[in-house]
């Protein structure tokens, strides 16, 4: 064989491995196994016979309800579901009724383990750097006994308890801090700093009453209270700037911030502003006419342009899902278990 036709075959050759080693490289986004990677949770408080959990999938056309008894038959996940949080593909269902959490697979439900120890009347949880930390309520009369338990994530053990000295409700995490909301129940009007470093309080920031929500957005810790709107530095923990409450409008919950716009409810509307505003806006985006008495607007998020309501009814029956567009347009209304309180995005 000569030298021109041989190397003329050794470059064909090439060319075909590194054509069918690059098609064997090429790969799409990973999709997780399971049934529930494309949609939205839905957490049901329930009443005594326990909570569950629904899913909704992305299509808005389908939604299942009890998909944890669905993979784990003869399980259940405890009385008066609270609130649930992730770690990768693992979520950790708290169960206050119960002082329970219990850790699924959040793609199929499969039971993973539970944390069963160091818990009382658990509310929300967050995870920094392989700890699971969850706040505790714990004795009703009194908030001078409420705790953040931190979880090994992967022992599922709870390694130490750190009394708050408040109201210990909704936490969130940020850099190597945790920030607590001292406030519940339309009580409480401060944020506590935790370290991670030393488990413990470091500091202390005052708000007006009535302190219902808060939520990070754009290095920004953000908190709804009676005034309206509070902007907060998380790194140096100081209030930067206020947006005044609507004087038309009652009360302000439930605060949400997606794509530049907060979001929050007064009374069955909802309501949006940019975060540039130097008001929050009194024109509902809607208003869902709910009638129940105390289980109006009892879930609320957005996420992707949509709105997601949670109406508990009579808290006796499968409440309401309402799904709007950020315009107003109602998407779908389904039924899903008692009383559901929360939503979590696939």
């Known amino acids: 064989m000569n030298t021109y036709f041989k190397f003329i075959m050794i470059a064909f050759f090439a060319l075909g491995m590194f054509s069918c080693s690059n098609d064997d490289d090429q790969t799409g986004p990973i999709i997780p196994d399971g049934d529930y990677f494309d949609g939205t949770l839905i957490l049901n408080e329930g009443g005594s016979a326990g909570g569950s959990v629904s ?15 669905e993979v784990n038959p003869n399980a259940g996940l405890g009385l008066y579901l609270q609130s649930m949080f992730f770690a990768d593909d693992r979520a950790f269902i708290i169960a206050n009724g119960s002082n329970l959490i219990t850790v699924v697979n959040r793609y199929t439900f499969e039971l993973l383990g539970t944390v069963d120890t160091g818990l009382s009347v658990p509310r929300y949880g967050t995870v920094l750097d392989g700890k699971a930390y969850v706040t505790n309520q714990a004795a009703f009369d009194s908030d001078q006994d409420d705790y953040v338990a931190i979880i090994d994530i992967e022992t599922l053990e709870v390694e130490e308890t750190v009394l708050v000295g408040a109201v210990a409700e909704h936490i969130v995490s940020y850099n190597d801090d945790l920030f607590i909301q001292n406030a519940a129940f339309g009580f409480g009007n401060q944020i506590s700093r935790f370290s991670t470093a030393s488990n413990s309080i470091i500091e202390t920031l005052t708000l007006a009453a009535g302190l219902n929500s808060m939520q990070l957005y754009n290095q920004s810790l953000y908190a709804l209270d009676s005034e309206g709107l509070k902007e907060i530095n998380p790194s140096a923990f100081t209030l930067v700037n206020q947006i005044a409450k609507p004087e038309s409008l009652e009360s302000l919950n439930n605060l949400r911030v997606e794509n530049d716009q907060f979001y929050y409810t007064s009374g069955t509307a909802a309501y949006a502003s940019p975060v540039s505003a130097t008001e929050l806006s009194s024109e509902f985006i809607f208003d869902y006419g709910s009638t129940s008495t105390f289980g109006s607007f009892y879930g609320f998020d957005v996420n992707q342009d949509r709105i997601y309501v949670g109406d508990a009814g009579d808290f006796a029956s499968n409440g309401t ?26």
């Open 55 to 69: 899913f909704l999938d992305s299509d808005l056309q389908e939604l299942s309800n009890s998909i944890y008894e």
């Open 321 to 346: 899902v309402l799904v709007y567009s950020t315009s107003g347009e109602l998407l779908t209304e389904k039924t899903a278990g008692i009383a559901p309180n929360s939503f979590y995005f696939q």
